[in-house]
């Protein structure tokens, strides 16, 4: 079974612009979460999706935002990007939502906001 | 306010001695805790977990226990290996109705075993 695929990989964007993030889930798997991970700040939850509806958000600015298709398949856009975007970014899957339900990370993608 | 709290960023160990890598927490509504790896270039994977009906999770060379006392959860590794050098985060989940965050981690540990 694939495991989860994020795209880009990498990116480099400036100060101002937007960037949206791709992943695709383990098949089957209806819950998607994206963190940002930085330096000394661990993981930190951005929201999650479960059958296309976002069921939590975390605490970042509304300048994040998301959406997930039919198939599952999620999408997290930034828009006017800041320096302190700069982060990787990882989309997890699950079967079902709730924190209980193991999840498998993606590789991520590693945003650089220059 | 970081709920969850690794409070050594890094720690070294020699090969086939004993790694312990520490956790604490705030929120008592907390009931699920989880250990991840990361290798670098890789997402996190899932290592172990425990519920807080008990105070101790084995499976294989990975033992978690959990104080729910002092809100302390530690991980030991018995014996290192030099595959284990890794960033270890630990996560913590709490029923949906007090949960806003589906998991909350640590600021993540980074394990050196070396021979």
């Known amino acids: 079974k694939a495991g989860v695929t994020q795209t880009p990989r990498y990116l480099i964007k400036t100060r101002g612009q937007q960037v949206t993030l791709s992943c695709s889930p383990i098949?089957?798997?209806?819950?998607v979460s994206w963190y940002q991970q930085t330096p000394g700040q661990g993981l930190q939850f951005l929201f999650e999706y479960f059958s296309e509806t976002q069921r939590n958000k975390g605490n970042f600015p509304g300048r994040f935002s998301g959406r997930q298709f039919s198939n599952s398949r999620s999408e997290m856009n930034v828009s006017t990007l800041e320096l302190g975007d700069s982060a990787l970014y990882l989309c997890?899957?699950?079967?079902?939502?709730?924190?209980?339900?193991?999840?498998?990370f993606g590789p991520g993608t590693r945003l650089t906001v220059l | 306010d970081q709920q969850v709290k690794q409070n050594s960023p890094s720690l070294s160990v020699q090969e086939g001695r004993i790694s312990i890598l520490n956790c604490d927490y705030t929120?008592?509504?907390?009931?699920?805790f989880l250990w991840y790896k990361k290798y670098p270039a890789e997402g996190p994977t899932f290592l172990i977990s425990?519920?807080?009906?008990?105070d101790k999770n084995e499976d294989g060379r990975f033992t978690v226990f959990l104080n729910k006392s002092a809100k302390h959860l530690s991980l030991h590794i018995v014996p290192s290996q030099p595959g284990d050098s890794a960033v270890y985060f630990c996560a913590a989940s709490a029923p949906q109705a007090y949960n806003t965050d589906k998991l909350i981690f640590g600021t993540g540990t980074r394990l050196q075993v070396f021979p």
């Open positions: 997890a899957s699950s079967l079902f939502a709730g924190g209980h339900d193991e999840q498998f």
């Open positions: 425990i519920s807080s009906i008990k």
């Open positions: 098949s089957g798997h209806r819950s």
């Open positions: 929120n008592s509504m907390f009931d699920y």
